[in-house]
């Protein structure tokens, strides 16, 4: 469970950006932003959790990570899209979603949502988001994986 809970933990030279994936891209997505981020991603333990039964938990989520940078994956169902979480240099944030940004525009085009949701910076926010749960933390509670 503490492993879980660290990965809550703020750093002032880094942002957390959050964005969903239509379930028929996330292999891709999680593969090309681990390349982006120089993260090793386990294409099985990824499947794993993609193909799993159950509708939330540890089997319904996933991370991969590097020093203090990692990616999150929360496939919960029943759900029509994933959810993925990224914590990375805020210098950097711009280009990691622009190197996923041709899968988000496919659920964009499909359901219609406005492109500037994604890349709110959860890890500073702004004083309108302040009211707004954090989606990591979010996800850890729904999947009971913290309190």
Known sequence: MMEYQRLLERFDDMSLIVTLILPEHTVDVIKQIGKTMNIAINPEQ???????????????????????????????????????IIRCLSSEKEKIYNSFYQWVKLRQELYGQPINNDIIDWMHPAEKYEKVINPLLASLQYNEIID
Do not use: G
């Open 46 to 84: 990824l499947i794993a959790v993609l193909e799993s039964s159950d509708t939330k938990w540890k089997n319904k989520v996933c991370y991969f990570e590097r020093e203090r940078e990692f990616v999150y994956i929360d496939c919960h169902k029943p759900q029509d899209m994933h959810q993925v």
